[in-house]
Nanobody, 123 residues
């Protein structure tokens, strides 16, 4: 399994960020996919997720200004965050859940991870 993330970089506060992650190596339609992020000195945290059935959820920090979606055969997950803030600065990781037909926001339940893409928000 490989997860290839793209779309990170330097973003000005107030602008939007769009991250894409393409997964390959097996069928992903029965698995949840999610985005996590880790800021310097902090633990990895859930940002947004999309379940096998299409249900989505968001962390409090991005709810209302972000959208997660899956495309193709549900093997690509896209995260868009609007009105970016300096507090959104982190390395962003996409991940695939470890169990079929199961959805969680806990990173311990995700066993396939992308390489991480760094996002820096300038004020």
């Amino acid at each position: 399994v490989q997860l290839q993330a793209s779309g990170g970089g330097l973003v000005q506060a107030g602008n939007s960020l769009r991250l894409s992650c393409e997964a390959s190596g097996r069928t992903f339609s029965r698995y949840s996919m999610a985005w996590f992020r880790q800021a310097p000195g902090k633990e990895r945290e859930f940002v947004a997720g999309s379940s096998y059935s299409g249900r989505t959820s968001y962390s409090d920090s991005v709810r209302g200004r972000s959208t997660i979606s899956r495309t193709g055969a549900k093997n690509t997950v896209i995260l868009q965050i609007n009105t970016m803030e300096p507090g959104d600065t982190a390395v962003y990781y996409c991940a695939v859940g470890s169990r079929q037909y199961y959805y969680t926001q806990d990173p311990v339940d995700y066993d396939e991870w992308g390489q991480g893409t760094e996002v820096t928000v300038s004020s």
